[in-house]
Nanobody, 125 residues
Framework: VQLQASGGGLVQAGGSLRLSCKVS????????MGWFRQGPGEEREFVAS????????EYAESVEGRFTISKDNAKNTVYLQMHSLKPEDTAVYYC???????????????????WGQGTKVTVSS
């Protein structure tokens, strides 16, 4: 399985970015997907998750209302649309695919068994 994340970059506070993660090597449409992030000197933390159907969504409290996760099964791609970015959103963002078919959302890293290489997001104040 390969997960290729992209879309990171440098943006000013209040700006927007859209991250993408293209998946190959697995039946993408049958799996939940997640986004996590790791800031400088911090542990990895959950950001958002989408169920295998794309209908169920879960967000970290810190991004609720600002970030939107979505899943395009035709393109084998999961997106993370980020608005109203803050300096504290600065991190390397990782996408991950769920461990089992027909999975629901999850904020726990152990529920995901393959991870992308990460894409860096820097928000300047």
């Amino acid at each position: 399985v390969q997960l290729q994340a992209s879309g990171g970059g440098l943006v000013q506070a209040g700006g927007s970015l859209r991250l993408s993660c293209k998946v190959s090597g697995r039946a993408f449409s049958l799996y939940a997907m997640g986004w996590f992030r790791q800031g400088p000197g911090e542990e990895r933390e959950f950001v958002a998750s989408v169920s295998w159907t794309g209908n169920g969504k879960e967000y970290a409290e810190s991004v609720e209302g600002r970030f939107t996760i979505s899943k395009d099964n035709a393109k084998n791609t999961v997106y993370l649309q980020m608005h109203s970015l803050k300096p504290e959103d600065t991190a390397v963002y990782y996408c991950a695919i769920g461990t089992r078919r027909w999975g629901h959302t999850s904020s726990r890293g152990r529920e995901y068994d393959d991870w992308g290489q990460g894409t860096k997001v820097t928000v300047s104040s």
